[in-house]
């Protein structure tokens, strides 16, 4: 980095140690400076601290105190909040990143070479159709063209729950690009008409808003798939991004020549992405799908992942959701082996429903080197395989930090790192990671439920409590919250408000399906230990998903069962430990 450049708004003068932004000039000691030097030449990336003391004290032996000394006193500097940084971002146990845009200092205000043409955000694009129902295929076209720049490994692309943590607001470009760490924005419109389609958009450069590209596009919608193509490769033919040899190869899969299909696929995946009851309707989304096109293998992988999350959401019984969620798996990779999609759905279906750990792990490595970026099978391995099926703690963190990595303001992504944090007894960081999912997601009841799960674990009850009844406010009294609800309440020496919500639990048993893994843990929490026996054995016979969940050995809750020789009994008659 030579000579003076920006980082965001402010100006960094390296000769004169100081960074300046409307009228106010700070001084940085010479050694902060260096630091702020060696991050700025490597924005966007994980620093290891190695490389800073190496940097910046070469030859010379300093603590770590002295780093974050000097990373404090830029946040200061830069007046940046590391709960909500816009400037440096701490990797725990890593480094730290550069988040602000670094731009070349002059009066045209044009991004270095090497950072502008390396990144983007996909805004979701506008419906200006009539029907509501358009806005489903608005999302989905955003959604494949995210996909595909994706595939490009020089490209960095902020992935889908991130850059739709915009819609429907009128944010300025140059924070979204702060926000999200990229150098341009794509924006686009979907007008539809009958058959017919208009699609408009428009390739913005953040630091300067200077539009690099624009294009309207009048087509059929037989056409769309040839039009996203065209779109993803005009953007990286602006950036200037090689695609080594395979610009024959589309960038955009249809998947299927069905329209009516593809539409249905993307209201079962929107509806997917929503969890909890949704999932139901996203389930019928995606039954249709393959019925109108019986080879449409990504339409068959999300069935077969609506079957596995309402199975361990226990809104259908598990006879029904193993059966139909394994098939459904087994035809996705049987149709495509290359989807990344399809393994992950297998992987899942091989844990939860066949119990069988050694397939269950070579699908999910098939899937992330299909897809190193694919946010979903990051935090499925991390969390179900890898911590609590075999216990590797700090890896399970690692790859939902990686997801957190590509996904930095998804609610889920972040969710799911911080109940990895729990699984791994690592409290107090997973009550700070699952608020900040909160508050990215408010509306998550999966960010709540893992708020509560940090909170509890934390024996801090009386905000368990009030996290807990927020999860069963949002989600009808779910039984994942009133199980934990009562684990709480019992903890915390509230025996007769614990022993009230599981007598609620099994009232709605005598007419509702309720899992019987979740009804054990929470019998056994209020010690009504012959029940809990009892609730165990039928959750086995039915193989209840949430047996490799509640039953792990390496999950908080499963303790006191593992007491009980009976159910030591259990776990050996079905080699489950």
Same mark, same amino acid.
């Given at each position: 980095?030579? /000579?003076?450049?920006?980082?965001?708004?402010?100006?960094?003068?390296?000769?004169?140690?100081?960074?300046?932004?409307?009228?106010?000039?700070?001084?940085?000691?010479?050694?902060?400076?260096?630091?702020?030097?060696?991050?700025?030449?490597?924005?966007?990336?994980?620093?290891?601290?190695?490389?800073?003391?190496?940097? $910046?004290?070469?030859?010379?032996?300093?603590?770590?105190?002295?780093?974050?000394?000097?990373?404090?006193?830029?946040?200061?500097?830069?007046?940046?909040?590391?709960?909500?940084?816009?400037?440096?971002?701490?990797?725990?146990?890593?480094?730290?990143?550069?988040?602000?845009?670094?731009?070349?200092?002059?009066?045209? /205000?044009?991004?270095?070479?090497?950072? @502008?043409?390396?990144?983007?955000?996909?805004?979701?694009?506008?419906?200006?159709?009539?029907?509501?129902?358009?806005?489903?295929?608005?999302?989905?076209?955003?959604?494949?063209?995210?996909?595909?720049?994706?595939?490009?490994?020089?490209?960095?692309?902020?992935?889908?729950?991130?850059?739709?943590?915009?819609?429907?607001?009128?944010?300025?470009?140059?924070?979204?690009?702060?926000?999200?760490?990229?150098?341009?924005?794509?924006?686009?419109?979907?007008?539809?008409?009958?058959?017919?389609?208009?699609?408009?958009?428009?390739?913005?450069?953040?630091?300067?808003?200077?539009?690099?590209?624009?294009?309207?596009?009048?087509?059929?919608?037989?056409?769309?798939?040839?039009?996203?193509?065209?779109?993803?490769?005009?953007? $990286?033919?602006?950036?200037?991004?090689?695609?080594? /040899?395979?610009?024959?190869?589309?960038?955009?899969?249809?998947?299927?020549?069905?329209?009516? @299909?593809?539409?249905?696929?993307?209201?079962?995946?929107?509806?997917?992405?929503?969890?909890?009851?949704?999932?139901?309707?996203?389930?019928?989304?995606?039954?249709?799908?393959?019925?109108?096109?019986?080879?449409?293998?990504?339409?068959?992988?999300?069935?077969?992942?609506?079957?596995?999350?309402?199975?361990?959401?226990?809104?259908? &019984?598990?006879?029904?959701?193993?059966?139909?969620?394994?098939?459904?798996?087994?035809?996705?990779?049987?149709?495509?082996?290359?989807?990344?999609?399809?393994?992950?759905?297998?992987?899942?279906?091989?844990?939860?429903?066949?119990?069988?750990?050694?397939?269950?792990?070579?699908?999910?490595?098939?899937?992330?080197?299909?897809?190193?970026?694919?946010?979903?099978?990051?935090?499925?391995?991390?969390?179900?395989?890898?911590?609590?099926?075999?216990?590797?703690?700090?890896?399970?963190?690692?790859?939902?930090?990686?997801?957190?990595?590509?996904?930095?303001?998804?609610?889920?992504?972040?969710?799911?790192?911080?109940?990895?944090?729990?699984?791994?007894?690592?409290?107090?960081?997973?009550?700070?990671?699952?608020?900040?999912?909160?508050?990215?997601?408010?509306?998550?009841?999966?960010?709540?439920?893992?708020?509560?799960?940090?909170?509890?674990?934390?024996?801090?009850?009386?905000?368990?409590?009030?996290?807990?009844?927020?999860?069963?406010?949002?989600?009808?009294?779910?039984?994942?919250?009133?199980?934990?609800?009562?684990?709480?309440?019992?903890?915390?020496?509230?025996?007769?408000?614990?022993?009230?919500?599981?007598?609620?639990?099994?009232?709605?048993?005598?007419?509702?399906?309720?899992?019987?893994?979740?009804? @054990? $843990?929470? @019998?056994?929490?209020? /010690?009504?230990?012959?029940?809990?026996?009892?609730?165990?054995?039928?959750?086995?016979?039915?193989?209840?998903?949430?047996? &490799?969940?509640?039953?792990?050995?390496?999950?908080?809750?499963?303790?006191?069962?593992?007491?009980?020789?009976?159910?030591?009994?259990?776990?050996?008659?079905?080699?489950?430990?």
């Amino acid at each position: 980095m030579n /000579g003076d450049f920006r980082v965001g708004p402010w100006v960094v003068e390296p000769s004169l140690n100081s960074i300046s932004c409307k009228g106010t000039t700070v001084r940085l000691e010479p050694k902060v400076m260096e630091v702020l030097i060696c991050l700025a030449r490597h924005a966007g990336e994980t620093l290891p601290k190695e490389t800073l003391f190496d940097t $910046v004290w070469p030859d010379t032996f300093v603590t770590d105190d002295v780093l974050k000394h000097a990373i404090s006193e830029l946040r200061r500097a830069f007046e940046d909040d590391a709960r909500e940084p816009r400037i440096i971002l701490t990797i725990p146990k890593r480094g730290y990143r550069l988040v602000a845009p670094v731009n070349a200092s002059g009066a045209t /205000g044009t991004p270095t070479a090497s950072l @502008a043409r390396d990144s983007i955000v996909v805004l979701p694009f506008v419906n200006m159709s009539a029907e509501p129902e358009s806005e489903y295929f608005a999302d989905g076209i955003t959604e494949e063209i995210i996909n595909a720049l994706a595939h490009i490994e020089q490209l960095h692309v902020a992935a889908r729950s991130s850059a739709f943590s915009f819609k429907h607001k009128h944010v300025d470009l140059h924070i979204v690009g702060e926000r999200l760490n990229v150098r341009t924005v794509l924006t686009g419109s979907v007008r539809r008409a009958g058959s017919r389609l208009r699609v408009t958009v428009q390739l913005v450069n953040v630091s300067d808003g200077y539009h690099i590209w624009s294009e309207r596009y009048d087509l059929e919608m037989k056409d769309i798939f040839e039009v996203q193509d065209e779109i993803a490769r005009s953007i $990286v033919e602006r950036l200037r991004i090689s695609l080594e /040899g395979k610009r024959e190869e589309p960038l955009v899969r249809a998947g299927t020549k069905n329209l009516e @299909a593809y539409q249905l696929y993307l209201k079962g995946r929107a509806m997917l992405y929503q969890r909890g009851p949704a999932i139901l309707r996203g389930l019928n989304y995606f039954q249709r799908a393959v019925t109108l096109d019986s080879e449409y293998a990504l339409a068959w992988a999300g069935l077969a992942d609506s079957y596995t999350t309402i199975g361990y959401y226990g809104l259908i &019984r598990p006879e029904e959701s193993i059966s139909n969620g394994t098939e459904a798996a087994r035809r996705s990779v049987a149709l495509d082996p290359s989807l990344a999609e399809a393994h992950n759905s297998l992987g899942m279906c091989c844990l939860l429903h066949e119990w069988d750990l050694p397939t269950a792990e070579q699908e999910f490595l098939c899937a992330l080197k299909l897809n190193p970026r694919y946010i979903q099978a990051h935090c499925w391995y991390a969390l179900f395989y890898l911590q609590l099926a075999a216990g590797r703690m700090a890896e399970g963190i690692e790859h939902t930090r990686i997801a957190v990595e590509f996904d930095p303001l998804s609610g889920y992504a972040n969710a799911m790192l911080g109940m990895t944090h729990s699984a791994a007894g690592r409290y107090s960081e997973a009550v700070e990671i699952c608020e900040r999912a909160v508050e990215l997601d408010p509306d998550s009841y999966l960010a709540r439920c893992s708020l509560q799960w940090a909170l509890r674990f934390s024996q801090r009850y009386e905000d368990a409590v009030a996290a807990c009844k927020s999860a069963l406010a949002m989600s009808g009294r779910h039984p994942w919250a009133m199980g934990s609800l009562a684990i709480i309440l019992a903890e915390w020496g509230k025996r007769a408000d614990a022993e009230s919500v599981y007598a609620e639990m099994m009232a709605r048993a005598r007419h509702e399906y309720m899992a019987p893994a979740e009804l @054990a $843990v929470a @019998a056994s929490a209020v /010690g009504m230990q012959d029940e809990a026996i009892c609730h165990a054995r039928e959750a086995f016979e039915v193989r209840d998903p949430f047996c &490799r969940i509640h039953f792990s050995k390496y999950w908080p809750d499963t303790a006191r069962l593992r007491e009980d020789p009976r159910f030591q009994e259990i776990l050996l008659k079905y080699k489950l430990d």
